[in-house]
């Protein structure tokens, strides 16, 4: 029999909203549903490193091939792949071409990563911006003592087309990158911050960015702001990132790039003043990109 408890292991704890509310809901499941046939039916249950989900909002193949694409793309591994039971390897290790140090490290501590992070497809998630940790729990087998911590990164794919701006910020904002960025809260323990600082994930993101010789992201936070209101369309808020290049010689200006997408057609539009209390003044409208 598998024991099914709301988890507060470290690699995951700090992604999941009003945690109080979360482990009251899944203590409540838990005396009422002991048994869950679905999961004790689950071979690989405690096998640990990344996978697509085994269920229901698991990545369909074409979703699936677009993930392997910008995963090997940012490490450069040639023989990564997603075995026959949705997890994914990374082969030779020594055989790369290309890529970042920074991101093959990173996806070398996911696969060896004590817990379990599944992919899950989450289409028109208004609670979700781009990709998020979600589904702390923990798993143990009652009969063996067994247990695994488990986290999902439900993905909103659509999100990624409604993505406007300069062509080298849109490209330093694609999917692979946001999977890295969540890969760092799983398997890294990093954090995000909303004091107007790009945060632990983005900075160990923008380190991948720099090998691969693409611009920075400069916060975490999107702005939010809004358009000239238009008879026909009306009014519309816009969030928007700032990436910036600098020179490759001395005395070269450091380049920008912005970043655009409509707010509420994307994901939550959250109060960042009443997410952190080193904010002074009126308290700002923003955008939380990549949970």
Not at 61 to 69: H, M, N
């Amino acid at each position: 029999m598998i024991a099914r408890h709301a988890s507060t292991c470290s690699f995951t704890r700090h992604a999941i909203h009003n945690r109080t509310r979360f482990y009251a809901v899944a203590a409540l499941l838990c005396a009422l549903f002991p048994t869950l046939t679905a999961l004790a039916s689950d071979p690989l249950r405690y096998r640990p490193g990344l996978r697509n989900s085994p269920g229901k909002d698991r990545l369909n193949p074409k979703q699936l091939d677009a993930v392997l694409g910008n995963l090997r793309e940012k490490t450069g591994f040639a023989e990564i792949r997603f075995d026959e039971n949705g997890f994914l390897t990374l082969g030779d290790r020594t055989n790369f071409s290309g890529g970042s140090e920074t991101a093959r490290r990173t996806l070398i501590a996911t696969v060896e990563m004590k817990g379990v992070v599944e992919l899950e497809t989450a289409p028109l998630r208004s609670s979700i911006s781009f990709a998020r940790i979600a589904n702390l729990i923990s798993f143990q087998n009652r009969t063996t003592g067994q247990r695994i911590d488990a986290c999902s990164i439900q993905i909103d794919f659509g999100d990624f087309s409604l993505l406007r701006g300069d062509k080298q910020a849109i490209e330093a904002f694609d999917l692979g990158f946001v999977l890295l960025h969540e890969l760092g809260h799983a398997a890294l323990d990093l954090r995000d911050t909303y004091d107007g600082s790009p945060g632990d994930c983005e900075v160990m993101v923008n380190r991948v960015r720099r090998e691969l010789s693409m611009p920075e992201r400069q916060t975490y936070v999107a702005q939010i702001y809004q358009t000239v209101r238009s008879p026909s369309v009306g009014a519309t808020r816009q969030a928007e990132l700032i990436f910036v290049k600098n020179g490759g010689r001395a005395g070269d200006k450091p380049q920008k790039f912005h970043l655009n997408w409509e707010a509420q057609r994307v994901g939550p539009i959250m109060d960042i003043g009443a997410l952190s209390s080193s904010k002074k003044g009126k308290p700002v409208a923003a955008s939380i990109s990549g949970q």
